[in-house]
Structure formats: C-alpha cells, structure tokens
C-alpha cells in the first residue's frame, strides 16, 4: 500500500497495513544465523501450520513490540531495540525456545523495516511504524514438550495513539477478580498467555467506558501491578513512584527510560518497594508507560463504584515533561545523551 493513501493523521492503533514480512524456520536448537536475513522476506500473508503446532495447543509464544519512524532529521530510527532483543531473548528461553542473537534479531527487523519503509509516516504526525516480532513453537508435536520447529517472525503496520482521544488523562478500572501473574510464573517476559488473560477484564472495562484496567498483586490484593499493558506511575508529593520488579511485572524499556530521565532531572524516584494502591490514590498526578503507550497521563481511577480523580483529570506537570523530554530524544528533536535511538536507515 503506497503511503499516500494512508491517513496518518487519523490513523488508530492496529493492523492497517502491510507489505513484507520476515520469517524464518529452524530445528529445535539449530543456529538462526544460518538462515539468511535477505531470502526469509516474503510478501504479508497467512501462515501455514500443522494442526499439531505447539503454539495452538501449548501457547508456546513470546514476542516483542517497537516503532520505527522517520526523526526530525529525515532518518528512519527506532528506540532501544538492543534492550527489546535482549528481552526478548530471556522470554525465547523461559519457554524453551532457542534464543535468537542480538545481531540477528536486530538484522531481521533493519530488513523489515526498510522493506516498508513507504508506510513509514512523514515527522511529526504522531503516527509509527509498529513492529511484531515473534517466537513461536510451529513444529507439529502431540504431547506437551517443545516443538520440534520453531518459527521467528517480524512483521509491521503503521499506527497511531495506542489510546484513543489523544494525550488526555485516561480513565482506569481496578481489576478486583483477576490477576495479571505471580510469583514464579512469567510476568516478567512477554508471552502470549499473559496478553490472552488479559483480555476478558480489558474488554469488560472498554465495554463500561474505561481505557484499561489496573492490576494488583497476586498474594496480597492491595499492590498495584501494572496498567493493562502498561507499567504504571505515581508522583506523590513530586516524588515519583512505581512498583518494585519482583517477577510477576514485565521490566518495561520505557519503564526504565522514564525512571532514568526523571532522576537525571533531579527527580527522586522510588522503584525499589511494593506500590500499595490505597498510598497510589493519594497521588497528585498519575500515568501509564510502555512502547505502545509512550506516556498515557491517568485522569482518574475506579474501584468498587468509587473514583479518584489525578489533577482534575488534566495532563500533570511532571507527566507532561516527562513525555516531551522521551518523545524529543525518540524523534532527535533533543540531543540523545544516552546513545537510545538505534538508527536503522
């Protein structure tokens, strides 16, 4: 689809467009490396898989997400994506697949991403170029153990705001009946069962006018977790905190970008302690990261028929600076002292 007839200034979040795809096959255990980057392109299309694969039946799945765009210096660049390989890396290995290298996951999706890049938007209209990689068991097996294939995957669209309405304070729903993980299972790595819990609490929030739910702990019921698919943020008193990463929540690269940024401002922040949502409703302002989301400001949060409303449901000073300042270096609007932006084209 030639970019001239995408509306990237009204363009929603999700799959709406396509060219190329990469995708690449080994035996269980084998060396990625040996499959070449520039023969695994092939045209967007369906998959064909044995009614046996092992991710039907198993969810034996991990992926990843990033966005690539067009900077303010005409360069393609994304954000990060050495961390992405590596995280993706420790999901491959928590479900026993064969992890794939830094250097060809990050070749692989270089190759994607310039195999499209007449979908990339022009700077400046908000809109990315999202990327899909994924890691899946696709070899046919009856019986629960690894596949004895395994698929890697990367695929993208164009995208715009992951949350509808723009940079506005969002409203959030306690989630009281389910969890997002706990201890010991894998909250931490970004596999499909987490996502596919998900789904019924979020979609039963949408459907009563909220933008996501927030999770608590599993043990206790009283820590907040995380935001839908989103880590998520406190500022108390102008200081900033976020859960403790104790396993059960995924350690997000903006999670880590924003805490950085906000102590290289002078900025306390206290990442090392369990977040009790009662203390959280105190907050003065609140917000939501994550590569989808960015920075998504929280305007108010519901639990049992209650709300508690964060800066009067307005976009908080901190949160606001904070967002230009990540989105600036993403963009190289503002110097990058941090080496983050991984150029690509």
């Known amino acids: 689809m030639p970019s001239a007839k995408i509306d990237f200034a009204n363009l929603p979040f999700g799959l709406n467009a396509s060219d190329v795809m990469f ?17 695994s392109l092939f045209p967007f299309q369906d998959l064909s898989l044995s009614p046996a694969a092992q991710v039907i039946h198993y969810g034996q799945t991990g992926f990843e997400g990033g966005k690539a765009y067009r900077s303010s210096k005409g360069r393609i660049v994304s954000f990060r994506l050495e961390e992405n390989a590596k995280r993706h890396a420790r999901t491959s290995a928590r479900i026993a697949l064969t992890p794939i290298p830094a250097d ?64 506005t304070g969002k409203p959030m729903l306690v989630e009281e009946n389910y969890r997002r993980s706990a201890p010991g299972l894998m909250g931490d790595v970004k596999v499909g069962g987490n996502y596919a819990g998900s789904l019924l609490p979020g979609t039963r929030a949408k459907a009563n006018d909220f933008a996501e739910v927030i999770y608590l702990d599993a043990m206790t019921g009283k820590n907040v977790e995380e935001v839908g698919a989103a880590n998520a943020f406190f500022v108390v008193n102008g200081v900033l905190y976020t859960p403790k990463l104790t396993g059960t929540i995924l350690p997000g690269i903006t999670r880590d970008s924003i805490i950085t ?5 002078g900025i306390k922040v206290v990442d090392d302690q369990p977040l009790p949502l009662k203390f959280a409703l105190k907050a003065d302002e609140a917000f939501c990261t994550g590569t989808a989301a960015v920075v998504t400001p929280v305007g108010s949060i519901a639990k049992g028929g209650k709300k508690t409303t964060f800066n009067n449901g307005e976009v908080g000073p901190l949160t606001q600076t904070l967002y230009e300042t990540l989105v600036g270096i993403q963009e190289e609007r503002i110097p990058d002292p941090y080496g983050w932006v991984y150029v690509i084209g």
Not at 23 to 39: D, F, L, M, T
Not at 131 to 138: I, K, N, Q, V
Not at 144 to 162: H, Q
């Open 261 to 265: 940024l906000a102590r290289d401002m």
């Open 104 to 167: 060809y996951y990050l070749e692989a999706i270089k190759a994607t991403v310039l195999a499209n890049k007449h979908l990339l938007a022009p700077p400046g209209l908000g809109a990315a170029l999202y990327l899909r990689p994924t890691h899946f068991g696709s070899g046919p097996q009856l019986g629960v153990a690894p596949a004895p294939v395994e698929t890697f995957m990367v695929f993208v669209s164009p995208v715009g705001p992951y949350f509808k309405g723009g940079f």
């Open 23 to 39: 995708v690449a096959q080994i035996k269980k255990g084998g060396e990625w490396r040996s499959v070449p980057i520039n023969s």
